[in-house]
């Protein structure tokens, strides 16, 4: 395979450990998994299967470990949750200024909105889909063929 960035090189396939900073945190290493590298340009392409679920591994880290969150795993659980700052809000129960502050580490979250947040990811609280509100508005029933193929031990729809 050609190096999609240089188009010059040869990608060289190995396994190892992959700095995963693309979730926004710092600190979170794969560990033996296949990356692609050109000897030209030095581009690097990690194959990282199941990313939903390598995320929920993350989040459930996070929200079990037993110091106080930091500043960037609040924005990854956030997103991980599916929210904006405003959607983050509402469902803290506080203002868009105050979540900013959080997430930009000028103020520690209190150990009660810290707790609330472990909970809701506990509990899997993800924001709906916008588009299912849309849809339940449509008054047009139309049946939809569903096709599944199993991928990697997970069920997905085939394309």
Request: charged share 30%; net charge positive.
């Amino acid at each position: 395979m050609k190096c999609p960035n240089c188009e010059k090189a040869e990608l060289a396939k190995t396994r190892e450990n992959y700095h995963y900073q693309e979730c926004g945190l710092s600190t979170v290493t794969l560990v033996g998994i296949v990356v692609r590298k050109c000897p030209g340009c030095s581009n690097v392409m990690p194959r990282i299967p199941n990313i939903e679920g390598l995320h929920d591994a993350i989040a459930h880290a996070l929200i079990n470990k037993p110091e106080r969150l930091l500043a960037p795993e609040i924005v990854f659980l956030r997103k991980y949750l599916g929210w904006s700052g405003a959607d983050f809000a509402r469902n803290m129960h506080c203002d868009r200024a105050q979540i900013s502050k959080w997430e930009h580490g000028k103020v520690e979250m209190s150990k009660p909105y810290e707790l609330l947040l472990r909970e809701m990811v506990a509990s899997g609280k993800k924001i709906e889909d916008y588009h299912r509100h849309e849809a339940a508005r449509k008054k047009v029933f139309k049946t939809r063929s569903l096709m599944l193929q199993l991928q990697e031990k997970n069920w997905k729809e085939a394309e």
